[in-house]
């Protein structure tokens, strides 16, 4: 058993709040919650959190690990040259080798951010699921089928395959978007969502134009069309949704759908600003993900709690749109949930010892009017003390646990990518 | 002397570009940047930089220091809320010896984010000096005069007297805003910068009712009412700058005044974003800026720089639409010679050894396809190894070398900040 003491607690049950308490941990999952006390346990390690707070840990809600090899690679173009001359001719050359090490970057990277679960969309699954499970690191994958794909089945046997693949990781049904999919392979999707009651995750909206091709084809927005289809019959939901109408999120709302917003990557794509403040009104639920490193280009939820929190407020010009409580809570509880992941939500006995002590004896933490304003629009890298998941420590104090040298991993991961974009 | 080898440097002469190279300081200047030579000099100290990258030390080019002591106080709020009801009745309560532990919270803030000097506007500027100079930082202070102010002629006895302050210190005319400084000011302020053909510089068409509400005062924008005055007849520039008109910039160009851009602070009081693809394209000068840690709320010149670059693309609805490398310039650069520190623009002999050394061998900063692009789009301060100011290393892998404990720092502004706001 592992002991956390001489800290706060922010349980993210209810609204974020911190409270002095030790939590303990026993093997992957929380044990204790509470005030000191003696019971006479002698643990394997007692960790004094100098007046730190501990969280669950933050939840990428939306992500393509593995695009570390593109990033910096193709910014600063338009939507269109980077997604056809420069992301997709050289996704191409991706090998489940690249896949491995590349997510192994991500996977780091996500420590550094106390990151401890990643709602990922990619390919070369098996290799992914390695190096993630070979770090320790908690991943949720997420179908991407489309219209490249020579046999949709392959969806039905990865949901099996790897929701059977060990605590670590899990597959949620999904396909990449409605502009990639035809309709044949959506109706199978929602065979598939009926067939599992399985909730169904997709890019949803991130784009005008894409909705504006959606509307044009078939006389729907893409939230419309997937509602007809049965896709959302069971939950789920959408990736980016910049450009929800009133309409769409209503359908959020009664399906129980999540938005996940990814709000670096809309802003450098020039996709828009997505209407947090409407959604949250709505009672629909609210995740936050970094987006693929191609685009965004860091795997960094602080920069992405402090853009989801401060974003609305220049969408709507109104100082008051949003309450930084409303994205940590989005952030560290609520991407559990969107995720398929309820035992990761909240610090409490029996949960799984998903968490992240932040450091608040820094210059960007003082004063302390208010720990989480701190921590959502002056929190940063540079407050993360220590990175569990499922019970063990992967990184603390700038360093990492995971098996491996750092150094190994970015010098095959420079060869990798010299060798790809060559 | 001091010796980095091992790395790269980015001396930004010219269009920023990393090269193989040595830099050498000796005392407060930097000797020598060029390839491995041995000149039989036995070195006070030789930094390893591990083949990470030197760079010109950022320049906070718009800030209120002490601003600390109302961190995460009143977020969330409507603007006027925030500004009459949070900001002013707090202000009036802040000592000298409030400035000066404040100031301290902020410098230390600076340093971990590879910041080697501010421009501040503030006040009870003996303390704010005292602060600076003890911890050996270097700072600009902008005066701030307005309408509160009981005897105007203090900007001029503050302009000689802390242009005398030694060499970590120097001031530059400067007022409030438009809409807090009436015509006889305003006139005064014209008639210091003939007097002594100096620059002046304010917060300039922050907000759309500022510029609404100056146009309907006298017809003129605030740009074209300054210029109507002379006060920008020997330069200056502009703080946030985000309602500019084609006028406005062209008035800028004309004068060879600076835009200094705060986009954390305008996008969180949702003030807008700046037109800044329009300001370097007229060929202003550009400086980035994180603005007081009461809107912000954090000194983090990497979060700005991300900004910067970011926000110009969703204004324009284009990805395409600004460059990383010019916002890295602006940071590092043109910083230096809007805050009149033409010796601290970039890296070469004579030039001040005020540096910041970033670490590449993290996740964030990897593969290397583009150094620069990867210090702005995924640069954090988790990079800043070392911040070095006038030839000291005042920061190091975390730690701060002030002489004085930051713990004790951070208590003092605890004490302080619930006394202020009790």
Request: with cysteine; net charge negative; proline share 4%.
């Amino acid at each position: 058993m592992i002991r956390f003491y001489n800290g706060r607690v922010v349980t993210m049950a209810g609204a974020p709040r911190a409270e002095a308490a030790e939590v303990w941990t026993d093997g992957g999952k929380i044990a204790y919650v509470g005030p000191q006390k003696d019971d006479g346990i002698v643990f394997e390690r007692e960790i004094d959190m100098r007046g730190g707070v501990l969280l669950p840990g933050f939840k990428d809600a939306h992500t393509h690990s593995a695009m570390t090899f593109l990033r910096s690679f193709a910014d600063d173009e338009p939507l269109d040259t980077w997604l056809h001359k420069k992301v997709f001719p050289y996704e191409a050359k991706l090998t489940g080798e690249g896949v491995y090490a590349f997510s192994k970057v991500a996977v780091l990277e996500y420590l550094t951010s106390g990151i401890t679960a990643s709602f990922d969309m990619y390919f070369h699954n098996d290799a992914y699921t390695a190096a993630n499970v070979e770090y320790g690191f908690r991943t949720v994958m997420c179908g991407a089928i489309n219209d490249f794909d020579k046999r949709p089945e392959k969806l039905e046997d990865d949901f099996l395959k790897y929701n059977a693949a060990g605590e670590l990781v899990s597959y949620i049904l999904g396909f990449h978007a409605e502009y990639t999919t035809s309709r044949p392979v959506l109706e199978y999707v929602a065979s598939l969502a009926k067939k599992y009651r399985a909730p169904v995750w997709t890019h949803n909206s991130e784009t005008k134009a894409e909705v504006e091709g959606c509307i044009g084809r078939c006389g729907m927005t893409p939230t419309e069309l997937f509602d007809s289809l049965g896709i959302y019959d069971y939950g789920g939901g959408g990736f980016h949704c910049v450009w929800l109408s009133e309409h769409d999120i209503d359908i959020f709302r009664r399906r129980g759908l999540y938005v996940v917003t990814n709000p670096s990557s809309n802003v450098k794509l020039a996709s828009g600003l997505a209407p947090l403040c409407e959604v949250l009104r709505a009672g629909v639920g609210l995740a936050v993900g970094t987006d693929g490193p191609a685009s965004n280009n860091a795997l960094d939820m602080f920069r992405e709690m402090y853009l989801a929190a401060v974003l609305p407020k220049v969408r709507n010009m109104d100082a008051a749109a949003m309450d930084a409580s409303d994205i940590l809570k989005a952030a560290c509880s609520t991407g559990a949930l969107a995720m398929g992941l309820p035992d990761c939500d909240s610090i409490a006995p029996g949960k799984r010892a998903d968490l992240v002590l932040l450091d608040t004896q820094r210059p960007n933490m003082q004063p302390e009017h208010n720990l989480v304003k701190n921590i959502v629009y002056a929190g940063s890298k540079e407050n993360v003390r220590l990175t569990m998941v499922n019970g063990r420590v992967l990184y603390e104090n700038g360093e990492f646990f995971v098996g491996e040298d750092p150094e190994k991993v970015y010098a095959e991961a420079n060869r990798l990518a010299k060798e790809i974009t060559a």
